[in-house]
């Protein structure tokens, strides 16, 4: 055989291997590919996809995490986000729009009320308004600044599904 006929398939049987263990790996501990490319998702209840070469990883907002072959259809378990509407609070666009870039954790607290924080380290607080949209409102903690007014908070809310 040709040396460059050996180098060829060693190179190609390398290559089959690496992308077998990375499937294997993704889909045995329900993990990302290793080899992959990440779409964040700004709606829905998917929060990330990791798109590998044979398996897709899905990451749920209710932190649902799971590793489909390629061609499956997924969608992320609503129970939890199911749970989280039920308990989100009600507020008008009236109500939205007094809010300033100033304005801080308790501020907000103040003037919508409590709800669901979705965040981990950080604040999201969810808020359902007028009864058709949700809104989220993202604070890296008690003291830092709201940065937006509330009419560009609605600019950024999303139907409910």
């Not at 790996?25 to 990302?32: E, G, L, M, V």
């Not at 072959?69 to 199911?82: D, G, H, L, Q, R």
């Not at 308004?129 to 560009?152: F, R």
């Amino acid at each position: 055989m040709k040396k460059s006929l050996k180098i060829t398939l060693i190179v190609l049987g390398i290559l089959v291997g690496i992308i077998t263990l990375d499937t294997l790996q993704a889909k045995i501990f329900d993990n990302s590919p290793l080899i992959k490319i990440r779409k964040e998702c700004k709606d829905g209840y998917v929060q990330y996809v990791d798109k590998g070469l044979l398996v897709n990883h899905y990451h749920c907002k209710n932190n649902e995490n799971v590793t489909t072959w390629k061609k499956t259809k997924f969608a992320c378990s609503i129970y939890e986000v199911n749970y989280e509407r039920d308990n989100i609070a009600q507020v008008t666009s009236e109500q939205l729009l007094k809010l300033t870039p100033s304005m801080t954790y308790k501020d907000i607290i103040e003037i919508l009320g409590n709800t669901v924080d979705v965040g981990s380290g950080i604040y999201i607080l969810k808020y359902e308004v007028d009864g058709k949209y949700i809104i989220e409102i993202s604070l890296q903690g008690d003291d830092a600044k709201l940065g937006v007014t509330g009419n560009k908070l609605l600019e950024n809310k999303q139907p409910i599904n």
